[in-house]
Nanobody, 122 residues
Framework: QVHLVESGGGLVQAGGSLRLACAAS????????MGWFRQAPGKERIFVAA????????FYADSVKGRFTISRDNAKNTVYLQMDSLKPEGTAVYYC???????????????WGQGSQVTVSS
């Protein structure tokens, strides 16, 4: 049973943009915090951004502040990650996740998507 499905990944040149989307089932989306994480080859999964249920509160990793924007459309059960000014170190599998607290800790999120590959060429 699939709860979260990411889309929108791909190959982009450094300085370019991509928008990821994550479509969720109702019980994994309604009233919940949604987050984005990424995992580069050979490295741990790390926090990127999170957004509250209302959308009024957001939280970003320092490495993406000012370049990435998280948003959500509650009518469509979808959360987005707009990524601008991408850097080669942004190459990773990007995961969306659903949780109850607006924090960057992986353990706070209990539903995860399968991931979407983003590759940034230099």
């Amino acid at each position: 049973q699939v709860h979260l499905v990411e889309s929108g990944g791909g190959l982009v040149q450094a300085g370019g943009s991509l928008r990821l989307a994550c479509a969720a089932s109702g019980h994994t989306f309604n009233g919940r915090v949604m987050g984005w994480f990424r995992q580069a080859p050979g490295k741990e999964r790390i926090f990127v951004a999170a957004i509250s249920w209302s959308g009024y509160s957001t939280f970003y990793a320092d490495s993406v502040k000012g370049r990435f924007t998280i948003s959500r459309d509650n009518a469509k059960n979808t959360v987005y990650l707009q990524m601008d000014s991408l850097k080669p170190e942004g190459t990773a599998v990007y995961y969306c996740a659903s949780g109850l607290k607006l924090v960057g800790s992986i353990s706070a999120y209990d539903y995860w998507g399968q991931g979407s590959q983003v590759t940034v060429s230099s």
